[in-house]
């Protein structure tokens, strides 16, 4: 049975198909996709955007999941590109909600009037280069045909949602949910039986919310993860002004930060503590809350021995939380260093597993057969239930991008170069596409940073980048192969110099069967990585290779106009 999802809760009216030539064509309008818009009207270019979704917000709009909150502190989870904004909006909580976050993008969208240059509910099909004109031409499934020297991909990290291949999934006669596409109305699972099949960070927060409601909920995991309490709360008065009073200072500390985060990171290797100065410094990260309990030693995800320290610290406080000492156990990661998959932040998710109306079943164990009409059948017992909930995550950091039609010089498929695993020169750009940006692709610092701090980082970066081409007179920017090989070993080295790569994490693709297992975001955090791009940008873009198309000859510097006017041009 198809998921019961509503899809677009809000259909907009028929349009007419749009034709004509842009400067660019952004895809996507998440937080990526509005500044970029935003950043290019600054420069006096023409740009439309084409979202999937019928407002803005992206992962935002998508995710609306019982719990879905952000693992960052609102405080740090916006914009900063704005002074007004940043000292206008008000943040009620300290992890905030889904609901406050896409509320947040809405007044972003409304505050710069950004709605008027992005399509609803159209999907990006295809996007192929002509090399003779210098331009990328797009289409939609909306009938959409435009052209444009520009196409900036801001379709996020977390975006493109993943089924598992079960046997029998259109066979259950009850509702089905996938956590990445949740019904805009909301669900009352008030009284029915539910299984929920993931225990990735998604399910962490919408588990102990289901199971308030339903009158019993079933739990299949296949790997445990590690999480630490979010200890949510309201935001004081006295914070937020702290905050307010030196935004500024506080956002540009954060961005030379490892994770673009501002928060205590220790310089300390663990084991040059005592056991009683670890016990003591873990203690008050898990009161504190959040992914800073990673920031406890420097070298946490560098040493094995270091990490086992704080990895044990966690599995005390499973054993003192879940009263059953064989539940406590399979809630227990063992099999990966705490970290290399993405640390979980939560509210009273092992305090779940004490109710009577929760089950733990370790896929482990006994693994999924199929679904059934009725429910679930594993290789030890069937279960009934009334609704089923997919929690088993995305095809990350590069599903969005391969599931468009995607085709460079002499017809390059992206999916195709990409076969063996993402290839790019800093995130940003693949060598043999031209004019084509990717907002925190793979290969930049992206799902392991503050989102917003890196998607600024690339946006300015971009727009700085197109400004200085039109300024030297240039409209072609590509990654060289060279510098594209050059960073992709570079990636690969940082990377393998951490414990991440022992991890069968979705950063390296592992949640997907027969994708490469690669390594796919940047570890050298966010700080050195603005400094490598920075220092790139003011050499003159060395690894990129500018160009004037001579399509281009007669056309004015200052970009064209878009619709009828641009093809009367």
Request: aromatic share 10%; hydrophobic share 40%.
């Amino acid at each position: 049975m198809p998921d019961t999802n509503p899809g677009a809760a809000r259909p907009l009216p028929a349009r007419s198909p749009e034709t004509g030539r842009y400067d660019a064509v952004i895809v996507g309008a998440g937080f990526a996709g509005m500044y970029q818009l935003h950043r290019l009207r600054g420069l006096g270019l023409s740009a439309i955007v084409f979202e999937a979704a019928d407002d803005v917000g992206g992962t935002w709009y998508w995710n609306r999941y019982p719990g879905a909150r952000c693992d960052i502190e609102s405080m740090q989870y916006s914009y900063s590109f704005d002074e007004g904004l940043q000292q206008e909006w008000r943040w009620a909580e300290r992890y905030a909600p889904q609901p406050e976050i896409l509320n947040y993008a809405r007044h972003v969208a409304d505050r710069f009037d950004l709605r008027r240059d992005i399509r609803f509910l159209t999907r990006v099909g295809s996007a192929r280069w002509d090399e003779a004109e210098g331009l990328w031409h797009v289409a939609t499934d909306r009938g959409d045909r435009v052209s444009a020297r520009l196409c900036i991909m801001a379709t996020g990290c977390l975006s493109t949602a993943r089924r598992p291949d079960i046997p029998g999934q259109d066979d259950f006669a009850g509702a089905t949910y996938h956590t990445g596409h949740w019904p805009h109305a909301g669900v009352d699972f008030s009284g029915l039986r539910v299984g929920v099949i993931g225990t990735g960070s998604s399910a962490i927060q919408a588990i102990p919310v289901i199971a308030d409601q339903a009158r019993h909920l079933t739990v299949f995991q296949r790997t445990p993860n590690f999480s630490i309490p979010a200890h949510n709360r309201p935001i004081d008065d006295d914070y937020e002004k702290l905050w307010k009073s030196d935004y500024r200072a506080r956002r540009e500390k954060a961005r030379t930060m490892r994770t673009g985060i501002l928060y205590d990171l220790s310089a300390v290797p663990a084991l040059e503590a005592t056991e009683e100065e670890r016990r003591r410094e873990y203690e008050a990260r898990w009161a504190n809350g959040g992914t800073a309990f990673m920031g406890a030693y420097a070298d946490l995800l560098r040493d094995k021995a270091a990490n086992d320290t704080a990895a044990e610290f966690v599995r005390e406080k499973i054993r003192g939380i879940v009263e059953d000492p064989a539940v406590a156990e399979k809630l227990m990661p063992r099999d990966y260093p705490i970290g290399t998959k993405r640390i979980c932040v939560d509210t009273d998710y092992y305090d779940t597993f004490n109710r009577d109306n929760v089950t733990l079943v370790d896929l482990r164990a006994e693994p999924i057969e199929s679904i059934t009409p009725t429910g679930l059948r594993t290789t030890a017992a069937e279960y009934e239930f009334d609704a089923l909930v997919y929690a088993t995550g995305f095809d990350a950091m590069t599903g969005a991008l391969t599931s468009v039609d995607m085709r460079g010089r002499d017809g390059l498929s992206l999916a195709a170069k990409w076969a063996e695993g993402p290839r790019t020169y800093l995130g940003l750009m693949t060598a043999g596409f031209p004019n084509l940006f990717m907002i925190t692709g793979p290969g930049s610092p992206s799902v392991l940073s503050n989102m917003i701090v890196s998607i600024e980082q690339h946006v300015d970066w971009i727009t700085d980048c197109v400004a200085w081409m039109r300024a030297a007179g240039q409209d072609r920017i590509e990654a060289t192969q060279e510098a594209e090989d050059a960073w992709v070993a570079h990636n690969n080295e940082v990377a393998h110099g951490t414990l991440y790569p022992a991890a069968a994490s979705w950063y390296m693709g592992a949640n997907i069967p027969g994708k490469p297992r690669v390594f796919m975001p940047y570890l050298g955090g966010v700080g050195v990585y603005r400094e490598k791009c920075a220092a790139i940008a003011a050499a003159g873009y060395p690894g990129f290779r500018l160009s004037h198309s001579p399509a281009e000859a007669g056309v004015k510097a200052g970009g064209v106009k878009a619709g009828a006017e641009a093809g009367a041009a």
